[in-house]
Structure formats: structure tokens, C-alpha cells
């Protein structure tokens, strides 16, 4: 339906529409299992980053040596999905001082935590 009425444009900056849908849902998907076997939005209490990679490279391998236990693909990219959920905060570049200062926010989150 056209209406005429007036947008801004700052949505031509992403294209959510080219986002696969099916692998939105296989993702999607991941976050349930974790819902269910941890409890709904435990990651976002905080994870190592270094860990965390460790986790995704560990599930593309999987998936490149034919495991076919789990939906390692989307396992993979739920990981990296939470890197970039964690590394909003930090604005280093050097990857060592980078990793160091996610990881000093993580535990900042989980000292906040312990104290609420």
C-alpha cells in the first residue's frame, strides 16, 4: 500500500532484506537450543572472547570434517554473532590490546553481576 507519507532514509544504509531467511531461522534456531539447555539470554551475561572464537572455529571445523551431529554452521555463526554483541564496547584495533579490553569488559559485567 503507498500512502505517500515520509521516511527517513537511514534504512538505505542496511539491507535487512538480503539476510537469508533460512539461515536467520537456523540461527534462530541455535539461540532456542540455548535457551532451553542454559536458560533464556545466559550469553548475554558475558563470555570470554578468546573462548568464544575458539567455539565458532571449533564448530566450522566440525562442519569441515563432515559432522553432521548439529547444525555447526549456525553454531558457528551464533558465536560470532556474540563477538560482535561484546565488542560494541571496545574501540581498540591492536587484536592482543583488543582481546584484552573485551575480555576487562566481560569482567566488569560479571563483577556488576555479583554485586546487583
Known sequence: MISGAVRCSDAKTVAYQDVCPSALKR???TYRE???KYTQDNWAKGMPIDETLNHAIRHIELYRNGD???DHLAHA???LFTVMHFEKGCKCHHRRDYFKKLD???LAEQKKDITR
Open 68 to 70: 553432521c551431529t548439529e
Open 27 to 29: 540461527l534462530a534456531e
Open 104 to 106: 576487562a569488559l566481560y
Open 34 to 36: 540455548g535457551h532451553t
Open 77 to 79: 555463526v551464533w558465536n
